[in-house]
C-alpha cells in the first residue's frame, strides 16, 4: 500500500493557496472595473463610462481626421486665384449634422498666412457630450491641426 501513496495525483496545499490568490487578484480587478471612480475616469460613474468616454474621444478624434483631410484635399496654389481652403468651405456643423455621428459637433479654424507668408493652420475641433449612467458630463473636444503651405 505505501509504493500506491507517491503514485496518487493532487494539490499540495501550497499550491491550492496560490491557485486561490492568483483567482483573487483577477476577481478584484474586474470588480475595480465596475466600481464608482473619481479622477482617472474623467469623473465617470462607473468603469463602464470610463469605456464610452474613451470610445466618445477615439470617435472624435477620427471625426476631426477625417474633416482635416477634407481641408488638405482642397486647392490652395501660389499661380492664380484658386484657394478652396477658406471658412466659407467648411462651416461649423452642429449636433445632428454630421451624418451618423448625432452627439457630436465639429468646427474648423483656418488662420491665414500664419506661422508665415503663403502658409495656412488648419485646426479642426469635435465637441460631444459623455453620457454617464446617473448623469450627463460637461462638453469635452478634441482637436487636431496642420500647417499647409500652397503648391505652386
Not at 486561490?20 to 460613474?45: C, K, R, Y
Not at 468646427?107 to 502658409?119: H, N, R, S
Not at 469635435?126 to 499647409?148: D, H, N, W
Amino acid at each position: 500500500m505505501r509504493h500506491l501513496l507517491p503514485q496518487d495525483g493532487g494539490f499540495t496545499l501550497v499550491e491550492v493557496l496560490v491557485a486561490m490568490a492568483v483567482l483573487m487578484v483577477g476577481i478584484l480587478g474586474v470588480a475595480l472595473a465596475f466600481q464608482p471612480s473619481s479622477g482617472t475616469a474623467g469623473g465617470a460613474d462607473f468603469g463602464i463610462a470610463a469605456v464610452s468616454r474613451a470610445n466618445s474621444y477615439s470617435t472624435a478624434t477620427e471625426l476631426a481626421q477625417a474633416r482635416l483631410e477634407e481641408v488638405k484635399n482642397g486647392r490652395y496654389t501660389s499661380t492664380g486665384p484658386v484657394d478652396q481652403i477658406t471658412s466659407a468651405n467648411f462651416p461649423a456643423e452642429a449636433y445632428g449634422a454630421i451624418a451618423g455621428y448625432a452627439g457630436f459637433r465639429r468646427t474648423v479654424t483656418i488662420q491665414d498666412a500664419t506661422p508665415a507668408a503663403g502658409m495656412k493652420t488648419i485646426s479642426v475641433q469635435v465637441f460631444f457630450t459623455p453620457q454617464y449612467q446617473t448623469r450627463r458630463g460637461s462638453e469635452e473636444a478634441v482637436q487636431v491641426s496642420t500647417l499647409i503651405a500652397q503648391r505652386p
